[in-house]
């Protein structure tokens, strides 16, 4: 039996996807990390099925959209959990793969290691955090003290 996989699509969330925080812009990596990524991933996590994110579609990226999205899921998930679940897809741009995989995600290991929480600009509802102490997801609460 062949394994299953859970899609996300970027273009269906944005075809113009914005900047890395709420507080700059619509359509930011924060917001599709705390709308879409994050329960995806989660529910995929949990299944143990691969998460496939296609990047194809939108006009472009800012680098720190793509950067605060996946970031946000390494900080919460842990670098092991993130790569042995998420492909990310790109023919159109594929340098996009590349700065993920060796930039986004051993930077953002190192702020979860070193618990250098990410900022976030506006209160998200709950989301999922994985707890290495008793291995399971839980959900997160923060709110924003700015």
């Known amino acids: 039996?062949?394994?299953?996989?859970?899609?996300?699509?970027?273009?269906?969330?944005s075809k113009s996807p914005g900047p890395r925080y709420c507080r700059q812009g619509d359509d930011s990596g924060e917001d599709?990390?705390?709308?879409?990524?994050?329960?995806?991933?989660k529910n995929a996590f949990e299944q143990k099925l691969e998460l496939e994110v296609n990047l194809d579609g939108p006009d472009g990226y800012a680098s720190s959209f793509l950067d605060e999205a996946f970031g946000n899921l390494v900080f919460d998930f842990g670098l092991e959990n993130v790569q042995s679940r998420?492909?990310?897809?790109?023919?159109?741009?594929?340098?996009?793969?590349?700065?993920?995989?060796?930039?986004?995600?051993v930077q953002w290991e190192i702020r979860r290691k070193?618990?250098?929480?990410p900022t976030k600009t506006i209160d998200h509802e709950a989301w999922w955090r994985f707890n290495f102490a008793n291995n399971s997801t839980e959900r997160q609460i923060w709110i924003n003290k700015n």
């Open 1 to 13: 039996m062949e394994e299953q996989k859970v899609s996300i699509v970027i273009a269906d969330y």
């Open 86 to 105: 998420i492909i990310i897809v790109s023919n159109e741009e594929p340098e996009w793969i590349e700065m993920i995989e060796k930039e986004t995600y």
């Open 114 to 117: 070193d618990k250098q929480n």
């Open 32 to 41: 599709f990390y705390h709308k879409v990524l994050n329960e995806k991933f």
